[in-house]
């Protein structure tokens, strides 16, 4: 049991000195994955009702992303933790009520429970089979109520987490589900927004808001009147009334006694009513739906007041404490959080930094700035050194493809691919700005269908822009004209148009699973690369133009001679559909993109895999390298850009292994230590038969685990010496120096693995 807890707690404190040495953390430098210098943004905020929660004393806000729980002081709206720890998408959050714990759902099939002044988890709850989608604390503290889409309700012990009944609603075997549930404030009751499908061939939805006894796990009652999805649910204070949410575009008070419908409410919500809450006074009423939050009085039903949301969905809403703020969270373009003053309905305050999914990333030429597309219509330009948001694009729409964004070779002009007006469907154009201006300059407009990708010809003079309308156009970047339409391919081109260094050949692929070469003196086709068995989502070249990569959702990338006809490779390990490839600026590692949420780095001569890099809870759509190769950029559909040190992949022009005039080794081996016994520290030789990843673990004689020491990327070669062999200074993860005794030394390289012992002596 020892082992995986000190595992945990050294990538705990290699985490932690990340964040201490991080140099560029934007404003949120809060548990960054091993391996990563910097997090833009805070994630997409889930899509639950339950995504905001206040503490029982006013003090804290929680909010679920689909990166962790943020945790806010709640009087300065300053962050003061991220919890992290659920490998998918948060989707609720709720208080305990003295405030000292915190619950979470989220799709990866868990409810966790997390120790609030500390952030550190306390258990973790197992047992649903799919996506769960609401907590809810009884008011005694001691138990979690859970919802998932496994079509169970379960009730759980806070302190030893065992589950101890799961409720049942109708049991005619159709489909069923419970969206969102809630404790009267007696705790003997549980409320839970239900949708029941028939057995019959063509399924007939039934709604109710359930009640459940929650000692004996038996249905009570069932409230109907809902005639679509229902969304929310919440007891008032004294526990004789619920309120009910649903697509329906209402709002229904219940009378919890009699069941009977006490009042309907109707009016500001055009489209789904997603969330409601009771004032603590229980006089109030608050509903979000749209782009709106709605006020109304409890005993008359009549609406006091409607506040803007901003553009796109409110998808919360919680009262604090005290009655006196709404806290509302929405995703669409302005995501994020605000908090509104109840009295006057002024805005109070806003909480930034989150976002829907980020499609796209690039570097500018410089190195200086990223551009990224989102999911929210907007194209944003950010500072490499700061991780801050220097411009928003937003008089803009872009589709959800991956390859949408590009910068001119000078850096001076940014262009967008799916470009439309901001109240426009269409997405067939690619739009070019003014990088320091942020002025739009020119709008291309041709294609017929989504534009997916767009790439600039090295002299920055073309641009090449690919659409599912099977096409591919080249137009001339300053008088905006169309030069030529490159026809060939048979279904659309999907993400995936890339020009060769020297700019004389493009090639682009898509849904028809070929790549095809084009020539671009005589604008013909050069080439058809096949091999593929699903749609290619990316393709890149090589610095030196003679390897072209591609991904697939066929789950594998291959590698082909620009000359040739069949891959000199084929790179497999994503788990997943594979949606971006890239090559570092030396030409050695290709970094790949995936839906399995992971980037992987794979050594281009060898086609091997050098790490796998885990940070995102969502599929990662897009990758890029820096100019200097020193920071690869990961989008993801988390809402989040991961920045990624890349100097342990990058071997020096000055070897560290010993240069040899005689072949390499021919086996990867470990060497005994030297000294040995030693104190208070050890040199650890080995040689490398090929280049590989490479780390030391240590053990004491149990198999517990001391240190973990990353060597990063090395070259094949001999390191023998004092000057490039490993160093242990005798200290475990803590810092702490360790006592004499029989050590394990263990070395990965790649695949491959050695151990050997060793003797410290004090």
């Known amino acids: 049991m020892k082992k995986p807890w000190l595992f945990n707690l050294a990538l705990l404190l290699i985490c932690v000195l990340c964040v201490q040495t991080s140099r560029a953390q934007g404003d949120n430098p809060f548990n960054l994955p091993k391996g990563a210098l910097a997090r833009i943004g805070k994630g997409a905020i889930g899509n639950g009702d339950r995504t905001l929660a206040y503490s029982s004393d006013g003090t804290r806000l929680a909010v679920a992303s689909k990166v962790g729980i943020w945790l806010y002081d709640a009087h300065t709206s300053t962050e003061v933790a991220l919890l992290t720890g659920h490998t998918d998408q948060v989707t609720s959050v709720a208080f305990a009520p003295d405030g000292k714990t915190i619950a979470s759902t989220s799709f990866d099939q868990t409810v966790r429970v997390w120790d609030v002044d500390t952030g550190t988890l306390k258990n973790t709850l197992r047992g649903h089979t799919r996506e769960v989608t609401s907590v809810a604390f009884a008011p005694d503290g001691k138990t979690i109520a859970s919802a998932s889409f496994d079509q169970t309700v379960r009730v759980w012990d806070v302190d030893t987490g065992q589950e101890k009944v799961t409720l049942q609603g109708h049991a005619d075997g159709g489909p069923y589900l419970v969206t969102s549930v809630a404790f009267s404030p007696d705790g003997k009751t549980l ?19 359930r009640l459940w006894d929650v000692d004996t796990g038996q249905a009570k009652a069932a409230f109907k009147g809902h005639t679509d999805w229902i969304t929310s649910v919440a007891f008032a204070p004294d526990g004789k009334t619920l309120a009910s949410a649903a697509r329906d575009q209402t709002v229904r008070v219940w009378d919890v006694n009699s069941g009977t419908l006490k009042n309907t409410l109707q009016g500001p919500h055009t489209s789904w009513v997603t969330s409601v809450a009771f004032a603590p006074d229980g006089k109030t009423i608050t509903s979000a739906g749209g782009g709106r939050i709605g006020l109304w009085d409890v005993d008359s039903g009549t609406l006091r007041n409607t506040l803007p949301g901003r553009t796109g969905w409110v998808t919360s809403v919680a009262f604090a404490p005290d009655g006196k703020t709404i806290a509302a969270a929405g995703n669409g373009i302005g995501e994020g959080v605000w908090l509104w003053d109840v009295d006057s309905g002024n805005l109070k305050n806003a909480l930034h930094g989150y976002a829907r999914e980020v499609t796209s990333v690039a570097f500018a030429p410089d190195g200086k700035t990223i551009a990224s597309t989102s999911g929210d219509g907007t194209v944003r330009l950010w500072d490499v050194e700061s991780g801050n948001l220097k411009n928003t694009l937003d008089d803009y729409r872009v589709t959800t493809w991956s390859s949408l964004v590009a910068f001119t070779p000078d850096g001076k002009t940014i262009a967008a691919a799916g470009g439309a007006p901001i109240n426009s469907s269409f997405t067939n154009d690619v739009w070019l700005w003014d990088v320091e201006s942020g002025n739009l300059k020119n709008i291309l407009q041709g ?60 090639a682009s692929a898509g849904f028809d699973r070929t790549i095809r070469l084009w020539d671009i003196d005589s604008e013909t086709p050069k080439n058809a690369l096949q091999g593929h068995t699903n749609r290619i989502s990316s393709v890149a070249f090589a610095p030196d133009g003679k390897t072209l990569a591609s991904a697939s959702y066929d789950q594998t990338i291959r590698l082909w001679d620009v000359d040739g006809e069949t891959p000199k490779n084929t790179l497999q390990g994503h788990t997943n559909e594979v949606s971006s490839v890239a090559f570092a600026p030396d030409g050695k590692t290709l970094a790949s993109a995936g839906f399995d949420h992971t980037v992987r780095l794979w050594d281009v001569d060898s086609a091997t895999l050098k790490n796998t890099l885990q940070g995102h809870t969502n599929e990662v759509s897009s990758v890029a390298f820096a100019p200097d190769g020193k920071i690869l950029a990961s989008a993801s559909e988390d809402g989040t850009i991961l920045l990624w040190d890349m100097s342990p992949y990058i071997i020096p022009s000055t070897p560290t292994a010993i240069e040899l005039s005689s072949p390499l080794p021919t086996q990867t081996t470990l060497l005994d230590n030297f000294p040995n016994p030693f104190n208070p520290d050890t040199y650890i030789p080995y040689q490398l038969h090929a280049p590989a990843h490479v780390s030391l673990s240590i053990y004491d004689i149990r198999g517990a685990l001391i240190r973990e020491i990353d060597l990063g990327y090395r070259a094949a070669g001999q390191y023998l010496t004092s000057a490039n062999a490993a160093h242990w200074d005798g200290r475990d993860h803590r810092g702490q120096r360790v006592a004499s005794g029989v050590y394990l030394y263990r070395l990965q390289a790649g695949p491959v693995a050695h151990v050997r012992k060793m003797v410290l002596v004090k």
């Open 191 to 209: 409320a839970g927004g239900e949708i029941q499908g028939s057995t019959t061939a063509d399924i007939v939805w039934t709604h109710a808001v």
């Open 447 to 506: 294609h017929i269908h989504e534009v997916t990708s767009v790439a600039f010809t090295p002299d920055g003079k073309t641009i090449a822009s690919a659409s599912v309308d099977r096409t591919v156009r080249l137009w001339d970047v300053d008088s905006g004209n169309l030069k030529n339409t490159l026809e060939g391919h048979t279904r659309g081109v999907y993400s995936s148009v890339a020009f060769a260094p020297d700019g004389k050949i493009l």
